[in-house]
């Protein structure tokens, strides 16, 4: 598979500069391309970025209007969402580099920019660019973004959520956000029925971002969202409550219908014992239930994974969903592979697994990893 990186390409920035030929008074094409081409192979994605805008910026004009004026007229007519460039303008990924154009200065044209940063994530997304607005005036960003809550553009409303998350992946953390994330849920309140799931998974992914610093607030969110909810607000809260559902948290669960289990579960049995990389190993346990009514119960696979220095690790991964009647009893049967994944250096040596019911462990079982 090409690597994802490619999406800024040579084409990329040849994209960027017809635009800029056109619209740049004295653009200079072959002081844009020359260098810039050659620097691009080594450089991963967001690096590829910053080459291609600090190349635009250098030949943009330094006066803040005149350069949002031409930033906008780069821009595809198109604004339903990124695209392939053509002769009409950009959109896609030869958006980005603009927008870290505008992160870079345009903070001293304020609501300018933002609104610029608006045109630009209807044909990519602003999410990372809107972020040094937040650090240098939070209040002030937050109430130009809040005049936008009802924008009739999707990639716009979802942009309010994304771009203020205080832990975005690849973005610049929000500190003030971090400490306090009350400012910003107004807005998540706003855009929690909206009609596209496209913004209602961000607001979802906020949550969870939010979980992180305060759990008790997002779990006395989904508590009071729960109120009169739609299946698609339900869908909404549960996703948001992922990372503290698969921690244990009680009262995540709890929002999620997912009681103290009354149960009786030993250790797993596992089959083999010993297990070398790239197999499979087979987990099972028998769950009987110790309660005079039916209950829900979700069942997920604790694994303590051996580390360098001989410890264990634990990473949850998901089981599955039961229904567990009155003294009735159920066989839980999973098979896990155990593959050589980028993200996880494997150790030989004892590893163990537990099952994680509705938040609470069984006992662990031992099993041998060999290489």
């Known amino acids: 598979m090409e690597p994802f990186k490619n999406l800024l390409s040579a084409r990329t920035a040849q994209h960027i500069a017809e635009q800029a030929q056109i619209h740049v008074p004295g653009f200079s094409r072959t002081e844009f391309l020359e260098p810039l081409i050659p620097a691009l192979d080594p450089l991963e994605m967001k690096d590829r970025a910053r080459a291609m805008a600090a190349a635009l910026g250098a030949q943009l004009p330094r006066d803040g209007a005149t ?9 595809h007519p198109n604004c339903t969402g990124p695209g392939d460039c053509d ?10 580099p603009l927008t870290m154009v505008v992160a870079e200065h345009g903070l001293d044209d304020f609501d300018r920019s933002l609104h610029l940063l608006r045109a630009m994530t209807m044909r990519f997304s602003s999410e990372f660019a809107v972020r040094p607005f937040l650090i240098a005036d939070q209040t002030r960003a937050l109430a130009v973004l809040e005049g936008w809550l009802d924008d009739p553009n999707p990639h716009v409303r979802r942009w309010i959520s994304e771009g203020t998350r205080p832990r975005l992946p690849w973005g610049e953390r929000l500190p003030n956000l971090i400490a306090d994330p009350s ?9 929690r029925d909206d009609p596209s799931e496209y913004v209602r998974r961000s607001v979802a992914n906020h949550l969870n971002d939010i979980a992180k610093d305060h759990p008790d607030v997002v779990t006395d ?28 948290d009680p009262k995540a669960l709890a929002a999620v219908g997912l009681n103290t ?43 303590s994974f051996l580390k360098a220095d001989g410890s264990l690790r634990p990473k949850v991964f998901k089981g599955t ?16 592979p155990l593959r050589a994944v980028t ?29």
């Open 183 to 191: 400012p910003a849920l107004p807005l998540l309140t706003r855009l």
């Open 321 to 336: 969903q039961l229904e567990l009647g009155a003294h009735a009893s159920a066989t839980f049967a999973k098979a896990l």
């Open 87 to 96: 002769a009409h303008g950009l959109r896609g990924w030869a958006v980005w």
């Open 221 to 248: 969110i989904a508590h009071r969202w729960s109120t009169d909810a739609s299946p698609n607000r339900r869908s909404l809260i549960k996703h948001g409550l992922r990372s503290l559902i698969k921690a244990g």
């Open 67 to 75: 350069r949002a004026q031409i930033l906008e007229a780069m821009l």
């Open 343 to 371: 993200t996880r250096k494997h150790y030989a040596g004892d590893h163990a697994i537990a099952l994680r019911i509705n938040g609470q462990d069984t006992p662990q079982t031992r099993f041998t990893l060999t290489l």
């Open 261 to 303: 289990p009354q149960i009786e579960a030993g250790a797993p049995v596992l089959a083999p014992d010993t297990v070398a990389l790239g197999e499979a190993l087979t987990i099972s346990c028998e769950i009987r239930s110790t309660s005079s009514t039916a209950q829900r119960l979700a069942i997920d696979l604790v694994v």
